[in-house]
């Protein structure tokens, strides 16, 4: 069953920030992940959006989501979003077909 990263994040700083945003596509490929969302404009159907960044990311499952986050590669380059953004990260099962 895949599994979804989602991370909803205000980047504070985006010249720095593009050291992170160049380095995390291939991490990511590693672990068989690939962007679902990653910034786009969002149109607001119902309430209140206030995600200033959303990124989805789907992985073939929990393991290679949890994978990728806790690789050495990634916890490598992990300290260049938490300075350069805030936000909420977390995993997400899918559904099975």
């Known amino acids: 069953m895949a599994a ?3 991370a909803h994040l205000d980047v504070t700083d985006p010249k720095a920030f593009e050291a992170y945003r160049e380095a995390v596509p291939a991490i990511i490929a590693t672990h068989g992940g ?3 969302v990653r910034g786009g404009a969002a149109e607001t159907l119902e309430g209140e959006w206030t ?5 989805i990311l789907e992985f073939p499952d929990k393991a290679a989501a949890e994978g990728f986050y806790h690789s050495a590669a990634y916890q490598e ?3 260049l979003r ?3 953004a805030e936000g909420t990260v977390a995993i997400v099962e ?4």
């Open 34 to 36: 690939r962007y679902l």
């Open 77 to 79: 380059i992990l300290p």
């Open 94 to 97: 899918g559904v099975e077909s």
């Open 51 to 55: 995600v200033p960044r959303l990124i």
């Open 82 to 84: 938490l300075a350069n």
């Open 4 to 6: 979804y990263i989602v």
